[in-house]
């Protein structure tokens, strides 16, 4: 079992910034893969960040540049740094972890709202 506790969302002024942080607890050690995903209403679920227990990082392509996800493994902590925030950055933001290796394993947190708004 994993437990993922996110926290950092809230509203935030267009062009702004927010950080969003997720930490993990149970058998946090067995994880590959932490991410964010995000859904806005009446739309699907999607990747906007991942990060592998080797570093290695993916971006949805629309916060390339914009958005730089982090992993404390030492605090079994993921982090998402958003800038330059746009309206359609709204949505509810959820952490995932993943076992991509046998025992496979996929978790959630309970999702914390991101609102992009002046």
């Known amino acids: 079992q994993v437990q993922l506790v996110e926290s950092g969302g809230g509203l935030v002024q267009p062009g702004g910034s927010l950080r969003l942080s997720c930490a993990a607890s149970?058998?946090?050690?067995?994880?590959?893969?932490l991410g964010w995903y995000r859904q806005a209403p009446g739309k699907q679920r999607d990747l906007v960040a991942s990060?592998?227990?080797?570093?290695?990082?993916n971006y949805a392509d629309s916060v390339k540049g914009r958005f730089t996800i982090s992993r404390d493994n030492a605090k079994n902590t993921v982090y998402l740094q958003m800038d330059s925030l746009k309206p359609e950055d709204t949505a509810v933001y959820y952490c995932?972890?993943?076992?991509?290796?046998?025992?496979?394993?996929?978790?959630w947190g309970q999702g914390t709202q991101v609102t992009v708004s002046s």
């Open positions: 149970g058998n946090s050690f067995s994880i590959n893969v």
């Open positions: 995932n972890a993943k076992r991509v290796l046998p025992p496979i394993f996929d978790y």
């Open positions: 990060i592998t227990d080797f570093g290695r990082v």
